[in-house]
Nanobody
Framework: VQLQASGGGLVQPGGSLRLSCAAS????????IAWFRQAPGKEREAVSC????????YYADSVKGRFTISRDNDKNTMYLQMNNLKPEDTAVYYC???????????????WGQGTQVTVSS
């Protein structure tokens, strides 16, 4: 049972990246899915979430209009499309599964290993 995140890298400001998180050993469709990020010296923060109960999506104010969360149930994979990236988006990004959005990170029970996103010219 694991989540495998990928897709991070170095990108210039204004660029785009798509993060992927493949689930194995369990069915992603049954869970609330979320992306978090953690910058050096800062706490882990929620970036985006899709609730399993009704499909409602959540975005942090700092990424609204730029990031899009999605899931592909056939591929058992979740994604985070990130457009118009800014230097302040630089962080390690983590995928996670749980049972509700708007809860602290410790309420999510499965975590990917993290993928580094660096936005710099």
């Amino acid at each position: 049972v694991q989540l495998q995140a990928s897709g991070g890298g170095l990108v210039q400001p204004g660029g785009s990246l798509r993060l992927s998180c493949a689930a194995s050993g369990f069915t992603l469709d049954y869970y609330t899915i979320a992306w978090f990020r953690q910058a050096p010296g800062k706490e882990r923060e929620a970036v985006s979430c899709i609730a399993s109960s009704d499909g409602t999506t959540y975005y942090a104010d700092s990424v609204k209009g730029r990031f899009t969360i999605s899931r592909d149930n056939d591929k058992n994979t979740m994604y985070l499309q990130m457009n118009n990236l800014k230097p302040e988006d630089t962080a390690v990004y983590y995928c996670a599964t749980g049972y509700a959005c708007y809860v602290p990170p410790y309420e999510f029970d499965k975590w990917g290993q993290g993928t580094q996103v660096t936005v710099s010219s």
